[in-house]
C-alpha cells in the first residue's frame, strides 16, 4: 500500500514552487516596465546622448552636471528617508545599507571608469538605452563593458581591495 500524504506533499511542493516562479516572473516583468519608463526619460531628457556627455567632459555645457547634481541630492534625501523611517523592501525586509571602507582601488576604478565614460560617451547604466534610441555603435561599448566586467572577475584577487 503506498501512503496519500507523501504524495499530497510533493504536489503541494510543486504548486508552491511553480507560485514561487510565477511571483519571481511578475516581479521581473515589474521591473523591466519601470526600466523601460526610466530609459524614456533619459532618452527625452538627452542624457542618453553622446553629444551631451562630450559637451559636460568638455566643460562646454551644465546640463549633465545638473542631471547627475540633482541624481546626487534624491539619493542623499531617500538615504536619510530610509534610515530615519525604516523603511522596507516590497517583500518586508529591512532594508541595510552597508558601510563601505575607502582604498586606492576606488580611485584607480573611478578613473578607469571616468576614462572609458569620456572616450565612449556612454557609461553602463544607459547602454541598453542608447542601443534602444538607435545608437547602434554603442554595441560595441556594450562588448567592452562586458569584457571589462569579466576581466575584473578574472584579476579581482589581485587587484588593491
Not at 542618453?48 to 551644465?62: A, G, H, K, P, V
Not at 528617508?81 to 552597508?98: A, C, D, K, N, Y
Not at 576614462?115 to 534602444?132: D, K, N, R, S, Y
Not at 538607435?134 to 572577475?153: E, H, N
Request: glycine share 14%.
Amino acid at each position: 500500500m503506498i501512503p496519500v500524504a507523501p504524495k499530497q506533499t510533493i504536489e503541494s511542493a510543486d504548486l508552491q514552487n511553480l507560485t514561487s516562479r510565477q511571483e519571481s516572473t511578475f516581479s521581473n516583468w515589474k521591473y523591466g516596465l519601470v526600466g523601460i519608463c526610466f530609459g524614456i526619460v533619459f532618452v527625452k531628457a538627452e542624457i542618453l546622448s553622446w553629444f551631451r556627455i562630450q559637451e559636460m567632459f568638455r566643460l562646454d555645457s551644465f546640463h549633465m552636471y545638473g542631471v547627475i547634481g540633482s541624481a546626487v541630492l534624491v539619493g542623499l534625501v531617500s538615504v536619510q528617508l530610509i534610515r530615519r523611517f525604516g523603511v522596507r523592501t516590497l517583500q518586508g525586509e529591512p532594508v541595510q545599507i552597508q558601510k563601505k571602507r575607502f582604498h586606492k582601488g576606488l580611485v584607480i576604478g573611478g578613473l578607469l571608469f571616468g576614462i572609458g565614460w569620456a572616450i565612449t560617451g556612454a557609461c553602463p547604466g544607459p547602454l541598453f538605452g542608447q542601443i534602444g534610441a538607435g545608437y547602434t555603435a554603442v554595441s560595441v561599448t556594450l562588448l567592452s563593458a562586458v569584457g571589462g566586467t569579466w576581466t575584473y572577475g578574472r584579476l579581482k584577487n589581485k587587484l588593491p581591495h
